[in-house]
Structures are given as C-alpha cells and as structure tokens.
C-alpha cells in the first residue's frame, strides 16, 4: 500500500532564508566577466544574473526530504545506492546527457520522498525516472523497449508507462530542477572555462548521485564544493574574488560539500558505486576518478593525518573513522 510521507517544510524555509540572507562580502574585489558577452545574444547577458538568482530560490523547491528512507520500511540506503550505481551504467550506455542523470536521480529521490513503496518497485521507480527524464532533456529520447531492454524485461510497456503517469502526478509534474551541471557552468566562467577542472568537478559532482549523505546540500552548494575541490587536487590556485561572485559561495561555505566528498573517495573501493569509478576512470573523463583517488591516498595517512596542508581552506578528516562507518553503513 502507498502513502503520503510528510514533507520537511521547515527544513526547505531555513534554506530559503539562507538564500535571501546574501552577504555584502560576496561582491567585493569581482570583475564583471559577463560584459564580455554583450555581443553574444546567446549568452542573455541582460538577464543572465536574474535567472541564477531565480535558480537559487527555485532549488529549494525542488530538493527532496534528506531522511525519508526512515519512512521506507522495505528499502534502505544502500539498496538505493545499487539503483543509482545501475542508473549510471544505463544513462552511459545510451551515450545521455549529464542534466538527464542528475534530474533522474533528483526524481527519484523526490518520488520516494512522497511515497512509500515495495522492494520490487524500486527498479521500476529508477526505470522510470530515467524514462521521464530523458524526455525532458535529451533532442533524442530512448523507446520504451530500450527501456524494457536495460530492466531485462522485467516490466511491460504498460507498467513503466503507468508509473510515469504516476510519477508524473506525484510530483504535480514540477521537473524545473536546477542542474548542478548549470551551476558548475556559471562558476566555470570565473575558471577561464578549464577543461580538466571542469572534468574532475563533474565526478566529484556526482558523488552526490550515489552518496545519500549530501542529500541535504543544495545543488548550487555542490556545484561550488566540486569546483573547489577540482581546483584544489589540480592545484589551479586560490578560491579568488570572482570565484566567490560567480559561485554565490565563500571558501568557507563550501568546505562542508567539499568534505563530504572527500570522505567518499577515502571509502575502501568496494564501499564505493563499481559503475560510477568505473565510469570516470575511462579515458573520456581523464581517469579522473583514478587520479583523485592516488591524490587523496597521498594526502592523508593511515591515521588520519594530513601528509601536505592543503592550499586554502582547512578539510579535516579522520580517515580511519571515515573508513569504519563506511563499513558499518554500506
């Protein structure tokens, strides 16, 4: 039987408030990088800060309850990791979009935020989500029957169409997320567009696919905390003035993102999605996972101390204790 889950609303209202709670700091020492582009009607220069401002407020919106699986009798955090960890194999093998996947997963979480299902119904919910995605991203959607194909013909044509409907209703077919990947974008405007930062900024962007923990982090705030990152590991220098203005994030803001990332990459291999390193160690993504994985080993001993202080802001981590929930959760 399928219930309502109540929503944290208060939870969404503290973030709004955060949002609206901008400080003057923020605007100091920038250049106006968007001048370059008045030529551009492509860019929107006129509008373009009005639409991330309304981005950031539309966010909130679309975030899910970070603890509803308390609400899931059936399921637990790790069975969704499985799903996601197989979303990614699939949305790769169909050569997709990253928005689809991000909105895929967004989905997800937001359905089953809503309602409560069955164990059985899990693979068709991520089936699903996938499905109504695509369709809302890509030029060229996947068929039914692809879909039919990934799931090993477990559902019917009737049964995914059914639960797109449903899903569809569910979330009063609000599908206006904002991407990470739209952020990440933004911020790469102050980064001089560097293809390698960028690159590793989208794995440590999806951690926040298969890590149930960042669920509660804002999709701007990810955006911020990968770019960081990315730029520390590559050593692409400091978190500057325009960094800040086009992130909507001091350095401060975003450690905790940052961390928590980190703490996922310390996890002993078998703790972490196969498909999802498996993914990022291609060559098409610069092996990035595999490269992220020697800097932090490197980084940071076996006891929890750092071998190098990192440049910038301070990331503290207990790598053993990292370890041992990871085994203790996963």
């Known amino acids: ?33 968007d001048a370059e582009d008045d030529d551009d009607p492509m860019m929107v220069n006129e509008y373009v800060r009005d639409i991330f401002i309304y981005m950031q407020k539309l966010e909130i919106d679309t975030m899910p309850n970070w603890d509803y699986m308390t609400n899931q009798p059936e399921l637990q955090w790790k069975m969704r990791g499985i799903l996601v960890d197989w979303l990614i194999e699939v949305h790769g093998k169909f050569r997709l979009l990253p928005e689809t996947l991000f909105l895929a997963v967004n989905l997800v979480d937001r359905f089953l935020s809503a309602r409560t299902i069955s164990l059985v119904k899990l693979q068709l919910v991520g089936t699903t989500a996938l499905f109504v995605a695509s369709k809302y991203e890509e030029v060229i959607c996947p068929s039914v029957q692809n879909f039919l194909y990934m799931a090993d013909g477990g559902y019917g044509d009737d049964e995914i169409l059914g639960a797109e409907r449903y899903l569809l209703q569910t979330l009063e077919f609000n599908l206006s997320y904002p991407n990470p990947i739209h952020f990440l974008r933004r911020i790469s405007k102050a980064d001089n567009y560097d293809i390698q930062t960028r690159t590793v900024a989208k794995y440590f962007m999806e951690i926040s696919c298969v890590d149930h923990k960042m669920l509660h982090l804002k999709p701007s705030l990810i955006a911020a905390g990968a770019a960081w990152l990315a730029r520390l590991v590559l050593d692409r220098g400091e978190w500057n003035a325009n960094l800040v203005h086009y992130s909507s994030f001091s350095e401060e803001e975003l450690l905790p993102a940052a961390q928590l990332m980190v703490n996922y990459i310390l996890r002993p291999a078998e703790k972490q999605a196969e498909c999802f390193v498996k993914k990022y160690a291609s060559k098409k993504y610069m092996k990035a996972s595999t490269y992220v994985r020697d800097w932090a080993q490197m980084r940071y001993t076996e006891d929890g101390v750092r071998s190098a202080a990192p440049r910038g802001g301070e990331l503290e981590y207990d790598v053993a204790e990292t370890r041992r929930e990871a085994e203790g959760n996963q």
């Open 1 to 33: 039987m399928e219930v309502e889950v109540d929503s944290k609303q208060a939870f969404k209202e503290a973030l709004a408030q955060e949002v609206a709670d901008t400080k003057p700091a923020k605007d100091e020492g920038w250049q106006d990088l």
